[in-house]
């Protein structure tokens, strides 16, 4: 389990649950902000741009990340995992972060753009809709200039937030000089996205074992070498899992195959039964896995694989067992594609609230938000610390989507309200802040 790093705080503050002003004066360099969102990515973006159009100043707010800017994680997730700009974004999309409105849709906004009649059917029943990962990624960037992103952020990496003994909160960061300093809040958002990768047990265990992350990758973290060494040299590529994100990198496989006249073999293993194809495009490539098979190169094999280890030549094998016994299968790289969520504990932050700020675990051991996804025993005085997308839960909608991320700020935003912080927005103002938003004109 994680937490603060030593020697970024004295013992006194490591070891207190709540801290004075003093003590934490004493120890570093402390500035005033009522409001803190950590992260910096999807999460924290939705929730200020909904602040922002409500009327907070950009003053009163601050987002500390590690960023650039706020697609920055997402866009290298959908690149490492064979999503390109161009693609449609796989799991559809019924919210955008970058319109607290969610209006227009991206189904109608496509649709507007492009002339064309094919996204209206989606966008007027209000089915979710795949929009290309660069129309998400160029709202976003429109957006953040609208509402004065680049000067609320704050470069670094937060280590702890603290309970403070007269109410609200300290998050120490340390930022590129590497000494530690806070910001004391009324209010923290924690928006920390994935709290870290998890392989797969076996492969875990490899890794842990041999150190070899060149043959051993995740889908989900860069993993160009494999594709390129293929190239180079005929190989043999496990990959493991049936879902979406398999599917993605079998089909790069497959397409370096087809345009470098490869003779690359793939092996794909997965414990459950194959999502089922959907749409002509996913069956074309299906028909593609079938000639795979008859010509040989394409292997499917179901059943659960529980050792890797080095082979002969600088190779690994994997130990399977299926029914009917144990197999063995030798190849030149792994690649996870199970996607497995890490637990919140892996995230230093997370684990110091449930060992020391009481926080808890909620429903699939996630952190247990209110449905104003205020972080439940976690309150200080009049302040209050909310937590949105992977590491909580949330009601209703799936916490890790940006319809989830959209309703979490516009929980929170309205909390803020109820609470003072935020200004409310009557239907007048809304319809006044949305002209301003469709002509791109910034927040006032
Ligand atoms: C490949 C892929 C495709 C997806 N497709 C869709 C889709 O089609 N539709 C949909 O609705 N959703 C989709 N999602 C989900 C969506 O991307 C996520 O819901 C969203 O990005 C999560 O936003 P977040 O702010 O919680 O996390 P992120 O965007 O990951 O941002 C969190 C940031 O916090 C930073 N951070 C963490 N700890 C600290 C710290 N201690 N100090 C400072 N900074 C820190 C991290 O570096 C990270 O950059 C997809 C996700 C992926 C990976």
């Not at 490869?262 to 495009?281: D, I, Y």
Request: proline share 8%; glycine share 12%; charged share 25%.
């Amino acid at each position: 389990m994680g937490g603060p790093r030593r020697g970024i705080l004295p013992p006194s503050l490591l070891e207190s649950p709540r801290w004075s002003d003093p003590m934490v004066a004493a120890a570093m360099p402390v500035a005033d902000v009522p409001f803190v969102t950590v992260g910096g990515g999807i999460g924290s973006f939705a929730t200020v741009d909904r602040l922002r159009v409500h009327g907070v100043p950009a003053e009163r707010i601050r987002v500390i990340t590690d960023l650039d800017h706020p697609a920055q994680t997402y866009e290298r997730l959908t690149r490492w995992s064979q999503l390109p700009p161009t693609a449609r974004i796989g799991t559809g999309s019924r919210g955008r972060p970058d319109a607290p409105w969610c209006f227009p849709s991206y189904a109608l906004e496509e649709a507007w753009r492009e002339r064309s009649p094919r996204p209206l059917p989606g966008a007027l029943l209000r089915r979710p809709w795949s929009p290309r990962a660069a129309t998400v990624l160029a709202g976003l960037e429109r957006e953040a200039a609208r509402i004065g992103y680049a000067d609320m952020t704050v470069k670094g990496s937060v280590h702890v937030v603290r309970r403070r003994e007269d109410g609200g909160y300290f998050t120490v960061l340390t930022g590129p000089d590497g000494a530690p300093r806070a910001y004391r809040s009324r209010y923290v958002h924690l928006a920390v996205g994935r709290p870290g990768l998890r392989l797969l047990p076996d492969l875990q265990r490899y890794r842990s074992e041999y150190g070899d992350r060149v043959r051993v990758v995740s889908a989900y973290e860069p993993h160009e070498h494999v594709y390129a060494a293929l190239r180079d040299k005929a190989g043999t590529v496990m990959v493991r899992g049936g879902g979406g994100l398999a599917a993605r990198v079998l089909r790069r496989l497959i397409e370096d195959r087809e345009a470098h006249g490869l003779q690359t073999r793939v092996v794909q293993a997965f414990r459950t039964v194959l999502a089922r194809p959907s749409g002509p495009e996913r069956r074309a490539w299906q028909a593609r896995l079938r000639d795979g098979a008859a010509h040989g190169w394409y292997h499917c094999v179901r059943g659960v694989v529980d050792l890797v280890e080095p082979g002969p030549g600088g190779r690994v094998v994997a130990h399977l067992r299926r029914e009917g016994g144990r197999h063995q299968f030798l190849s030149d790289f792994i690649i996870d594609c199970a996607a497995l969520p890490a637990d919140i504990a892996e995230h230093q932050v997370l684990a110091d609230l449930l060992a020391r700020g009481g926080a808890r675990r909620g429903p699939l051991d996630r952190l247990e938000v209110a449905r104003s996804f205020e972080v439940t025993g976690a309150a200080s005085g009049d302040g209050a610390l909310y937590a949105s997308g992977p590491a909580a839960l949330g009601v209703g909608v799936p916490a890790d989507t940006f319809r989830g991320l959209q309703r979490a700020a516009r929980e929170i935003t309205a909390d803020l309200t109820r609470r003072g912080f935020c200004p409310p927005l009557g239907p007048v103002a809304a319809t006044g802040q949305w002209l301003r938003w469709a002509r791109g004109v910034p927040v006032r």
